[in-house]
Structure formats: structure tokens, C-alpha cells
Nanobody
Framework: QVQLVESGGGLVQPGGSLRLSCAVS????????MGWYRQVPGKERELVAA???????NYGDSVKGRFTISRDIAKRTVNLQMNSLKPEDTAVYYC?????????WGQGTQVTVSS
């Protein structure tokens, strides 16, 4: 099993930046994809960014050019650098891994963009 713990959320003004981090532990061997999703009340959870074991990245259309996903293999973390934040980025952000066809989710961290 894989365990995920997110950190780094908080309140930021429009135009500001935040960096989310997800610590990965447990059976990390053969993790194929690591990613970040977000969800607001009443809406489905949506992809923010993902990175494969080969280093390929994919971003949701609304965050392209503003957010960057990265991973630190030695520290066993997957990170999300969020720049030029907008009020519509306000959501609970979740870390997700896919290992051998099985998804694991973190508990989520709140990001609020407001003046």
C-alpha cells in the first residue's frame, strides 16, 4: 500500500504563489503515475497535473503555464509549484498515485486564493 500526506496549502492573495508537497511512503516500488487533483464543493474532482515514472507531464488546461509538477525521488515527494494564482484556483488539492492499476489518495489540503 501507498500512503500520501499533503502539505503546503493555505491562504494566498491573487497573483501569489504556493508550493504543495506530497510525501509518499509505503510500497512505492512500481508507482506509474503521480499527480495532483482538486475539487470544489458540488463539482467533480479534476486533474491539475500529473507526472509519469518516465518524467512525462500533463496539465489541466486551466493551469498550463502557471503550475509546475515535479518529483524528488530521493525525498519521495511530488510537488506542485503554483504561480499567478487566481480565485478560481481555490479548492481542496489532493495528491494521487497509481501503482499497478491501484489508486491511492491523500487526505487533501485546502488552497484559498482571496484578497
Amino acid at each position: 500500500q501507498v500512503q500520501l500526506v499533503e502539505s503546503g496549502g493555505g491562504l494566498v492573495q491573487p497573483g501569489g504563489s504556493l508550493r504543495l508537497s506530497c510525501a509518499v511512503s509505503g510500497s512505492i516500488f512500481s508507482i506509474n503515475v503521480m499527480g495532483w487533483y482538486r475539487q470544489v464543493p458540488g463539482k467533480e474532482r479534476e486533474l491539475v497535473a500529473a507526472i509519469t515514472s518516465g518524467g512525462f507531464t500533463n496539465y489541466g488546461d486551466s493551469v498550463k503555464g502557471r503550475f509546475t509538477i515535479s518529483r524528488d525521488i530521493a525525498k519521495r515527494t511530488v510537488n506542485l509549484q503554483m504561480n499567478s494564482l487566481k480565485p478560481e484556483d481555490t479548492a481542496v488539492y489532493y495528491c494521487k498515485t497509481t501503482r499497478m492499476g491501484i489508486d491511492a489518495w491523500g487526505q487533501g489540503t485546502q488552497v484559498t486564493v482571496s484578497s
